[in-house]
């Protein structure tokens, strides 16, 4: 497999995150978070990704065979996925419901930080 295309949520996604990691008012611990995500995601979408079409492929090309399941492949990548926080990241709304504790997770140190949740004396 020589490429690998990316839709447009991805780098919009991947552009704000990026963005969030370079704002220099964000506090050290949320942006180290941060880069957690962005590397798990990139390892995830370079290597795993790769390697799971890699394995595929060339398991149906041994067995010759030349019908492939795109769901199978899709839970084998959801399985070799690296994961962020015990959940697994996948390019799917499957990953986005199952992730909401690690966006929770960042919310909860933002607010935290800023002390939105303080009462007031």
């Known amino acids: 497999?020589?490429?690998?295309?990316?839709?447009?949520?991805?780098?919009?996604?991947?552009?704000?995150?990026?963005d969030y990691i370079a704002n220099p008012l964000l506090p050290t611990q949320i942006v180290s978070l941060l880069r957690v995500i962005e590397e798990t995601?990139?390892?995830?979408?370079?290597?795993?990704?790769?390697?799971?079409?890699?394995?595929v492929v060339n398991g149906a090309h041994e067995h010759g065979s030349c019908n492939i399941n795109m769901g199978g492949v899709v839970r084998l990548f959801h399985k070799k996925a690296k994961r962020l926080d015990g959940?697994?990241?996948?390019?799917?709304?499957?990953?986005?419901?199952?992730?909401?504790?690690?966006?929770?997770?960042?919310?909860?140190?933002?607010?935290?930080?800023?002390?939105?949740?303080?009462?007031w004396q």
């Open 1 to 18: 497999m020589s490429n690998i295309y990316f839709s447009k949520n991805y780098e919009t996604y991947m552009d704000k995150l990026r």
């Open 41 to 55: 995601i990139s390892d995830n979408v370079f290597d795993v990704a790769r390697d799971t079409v890699k394995e």
């Open 87 to 119: 959940l697994c990241y996948g390019a799917t709304k499957y990953w986005v419901d199952e992730n909401k504790d690690i966006y929770g997770l960042v919310r909860k140190k933002i607010r935290d930080y800023l002390h939105v949740d303080d009462e």
